[in-house]
């Protein structure tokens, strides 16, 4: 459903003509405009702000099981435009929105090896669970999404703390953001007084 999965080259079309007809089909201005100013392009230590959207396949109006919507529309939003959009505030902090509702994933670091994580979903303010929308339908794709990366990602977290793991190159294309991360962090920590 989502063509961010997708290299952007073979998805090119769809996310321009989703782009195209964003503010008319959305009736929000400047919703297809991208913005980002992350980790050491932020205006200060710990502001990141980014903004992105791009498009589904055909036949999805938002990211559900069916593509269908499930819950009444937003805010101001007065259609679906055949995107979603993504956003960071903040280094640990992230939020996919469609145009019914939105998905809050918020990392807390523990320890060196603990991490928190916060999954929050949202919805027009005036909806009624029950009547407006279904829990069950509204959580289903981010919901099991969420526990296959955490199976993935407590397998990967064992593995990476064994005495058997060697590191290796990150992927220069789709683990950008990772990378840009790893350098903001480290010039953070070059940058704080040691304690004694």
Known sequence: MHTLKDRYENVEPIVSAMLARTEAVTGVEAMGKAHTRIFSEA?????????SRYGLFDGYLKGSEDGRAVAPLMGQISGYDGGAGDFQMGPLTSMLNYPDHCVLYRFIPRSLTETDMQVVWFVNGDAVEGEDYHKDKLIWLWHNTTLEDEYIISRNSAGVNSHFFEPGPLHPEFEQTLMAFHAWYL???AGCPSKK
Do not use: Q, S
């Open 187 to 189: 010039d953070a920590l």
């Open 43 to 51: 205006e200060g230590f710990g502001t990141c702000v980014h903004h």
